[in-house]
């Protein structure tokens, strides 16, 4: 999702003046229909499905439609304005109107949508989704991730599983493991593993199969060959930087894509009181768990000595693992930095630019 500063301009038939706020649910929805003097002029629910959704709101003439960001918002809104409605999706996260509603209940916040977005759209802090083939793309690299998950779980339960029994499996990558590690399996235990040792090979296989993919991906988004040009920064993380961003140009400083992906610190502050607090985690917490990995192979032992690496260090200095940890998100942030810089500028990345 693209966080947008203007709402999505009125078609011609928006002289109706009707509002229509969609409470979405994952079998059925909730809707209130406001007309121009904000009264209610219909509610009623609606199942989440296409053809229901387009049979009921097909006939209506051109609204101001406002939905909450969910799972089912990216083709809800897309169809929505085939229909010829001007489409809203509101931040469920910055509208605390709704999501801390002591009264809070689907029937209630399809009417609060609707009356928000009557009075001033700009409350929503409105969102504009992906286009259809960056959400496909994205897809395929959240699915290998899941996989890649899958698979270190599985790793870690067998080597539990057999230091339990007094003994260890050797240290191997994650993609040999199935083969490295079968001679050390104890005897009485191989009954136990051998199908998860078959399950892990599986996975490795496929995996495979999701980078061959990932390789034809870079060649339909030349751009990611401009990222890569720091060390540290691969496939992975170049393409989840640009199916996530699509638009650069959506960003007016390069400075506003950290505190977008939610790596930079809550506030609270209030008179002589301003704690430190933890991130906020919004945005796509994909990306940036892959920029925090970043930073901290750049942080680590075989990262290329750089401005953005020498910074890093001295923010972590010789502290605890709490103010190396800072340092690392520190890093990260500043790597969205750097990573939207190239991409707008296109200028060749000098690592000791500061330096020199």
């Known amino acids: 999702m693209q966080q947008v500063t203007t709402v999505v301009a009125a078609r011609s038939g928006m002289s109706t003046g009707l509002t229509l706020g969609l409470d979405l649910g994952d079998r059925t929805s909730h809707f209130a229909l406001l007309d121009v003097e904000g009264q209610v002029v219909e509610r009623g629910t609606v199942a989440t499905t296409r053809e229901a959704l387009r049979q009921r709101f097909a006939q209506l003439p051109s609204s101001r439609v406002v939905l909450e960001v969910s799972t089912h918002s990216p083709w809800v809104s897309a169809l929505l304005q085939e229909l010829h409605h001007a489409v809203i999706v509101a931040n469920a996260r910055a509208v605390k109107a709704v999501s801390q509603n002591p009264r809070k ?45 899958a698979r270190s779980r599985l790793i870690n339960s067998a080597r539990g599983l057999v230091k339990a029994a007094g003994a260890r499996l050797p240290m191997c990558g994650a993609d040999a493991f199935h083969r490295r590690v079968v001679e050390a399996v104890p005897a009485e235990l191989r009954p136990a593993l051998e199908p998860l040792l078959e399950v892990c090979a599986a996975l490795t296989q496929q995996l495979r199969a999701y980078d061959r993919q990932v390789e034809a991906m870079l060649l339909r988004y030349p751009e990611t060959q401009q990222l890569r040009q720091l060390r540290g920064v691969g496939p992975l993380t170049s393409l989840a930087f640009v199916l996530t961003i699509d638009d650069p140009q959506r960003f007016t400083r390069s400075r506003m894509v950290g505190p977008y992906l939610g790596l930079v610190p809550r506030r609270r502050q209030s008179g002589d009181r301003d704690p430190e607090l933890h991130i906020t ?76």
């Open 105 to 149: 209940s689907d029937r209630i916040d399809a009417e609060l949508l609707a009356r928000l977005a009557r009075v001033d759209p700009a409350l929503l802090h409105p969102l504009a989704h992906r286009g259809e083939t960056a959400q496909r793309d994205l897809a395929v690299l959240r699915a290998r991730d899941s996989l890649v998950r």
């Open 281 to 356: 985690k919004t945005g796509d917490g994909f990306v940036r768990k892959l920029l925090v990995e970043c930073a901290q192979y750049m942080l680590g032992p075989f990262g290329e000595d750089c401005d953005l690496r020498r910074w890093g260090l001295r923010l972590a200095g010789e502290g605890s693992t709490a103010r190396k940890r800072r340092a690392v998100v520190a890093v990260a942030r500043k790597l969205a930095t750097l990573l939207h810089r190239l991409w707008v500028t296109g200028e060749v990345y000098e690592p000791l630019r500061q330096a020199a």
